[in-house]
């Protein structure tokens, strides 16, 4: 049985294109695993905080030092990793702001990457610390275009996840891209062919 992480970043609901993208992803994985269970981390209604002094003092002090603010801290965190420790699957939704993620999935990447649980340093450098059988699934979507083009090197978005999780140890990586959904004649198909071009490994 797969455990599927969903993790949702559009604050749109009925009209996010990411979330609908997403979603196509989900479905087809359960196309192929019909017993699947699927968790969802919307990060838009239960937002990430934004990093403070307290949380990185927490994050770089003993677990047996912790005040009980400090524990609470480190258990919001550790829960989150700990999603991302029993997934088989994730499936990221991650529209385009601003050349870049949402500030949510900003916000909950400080809160994953953590030395000695997702990533750790030895003598050779960095080392991913999350199971590399892990698969990835990124839904982009964009107003422009950005998987080709003059506005390629713009794309802070889909090379930031893949870094992120190539940093925690995944390298099993597919992205699904609806992009120029503010470009009309493109916009009128480009989720529609997005969708249909899902492919599941
Ligand atoms: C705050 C904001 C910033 C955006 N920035 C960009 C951008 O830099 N580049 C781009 O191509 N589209 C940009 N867009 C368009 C979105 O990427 C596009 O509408 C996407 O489908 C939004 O995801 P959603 O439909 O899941 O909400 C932006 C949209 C919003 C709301």
Redesign the pocket.
């Known amino acids: 049985m797969k455990n599927i992480l969903h993790i949702i970043s559009?604050?749109?609901k009925e009209?996010?294109?990411?979330?609908k993208l997403g979603k196509a992803v989900i479905e087809k994985i359960q196309e192929k695993y019909p017993d699947a269970v699927v968790k969802d981390r919307d990060l838009t209604t239960s937002p990430a905080p934004l990093l403070n002094e307290a949380h990185i003092n927490t994050f770089f002090s003993p677990a047996e030092s912790h005040s009980s603010e400090q524990q609470s801290i480190n258990k919001y965190s550790e829960d989150l990793i700990s999603e991302l420790q029993e997934a088989d699957i994730i499936v990221i939704?991650s529209?385009?702001?601003?050349?870049s993620v949402p500030a949510t999935l900003r916000a909950y990447f400080d809160f994953t990457s953590r030395a000695g649980y997702t990533f750790k340093y030895d003598e050779n450098g960095p080392k991913g610390l999350l199971n590399n059988d892990k698969k990835l699934y990124i839904a982009f979507?964009?107003?422009?275009i950005?998987s080709q083009g003059p506005f390629q090197i713009y794309d802070s978005n889909v090379p930031y996840i893949k870094n992120i999780f190539g940093f925690y140890g995944v390298s099993d990586i597919s992205v699904f891209r609806?992009e120029g959904?503010?470009i009309p004649g493109i916009m009128e198909t480009s989720l529609e062919k997005a969708i249909e071009g899902i492919t599941i490994d």
Not at 15 to 19: D, F, K, L, M, Q
Not at 141 to 144: E, F, K, L, Q, V
């Open positions: 559009s604050p749109r009209v996010s294109a990411s979330r939704d529209p385009m702001y601003n050349f979507t964009s107003g422009n950005y609806a959904l503010s």
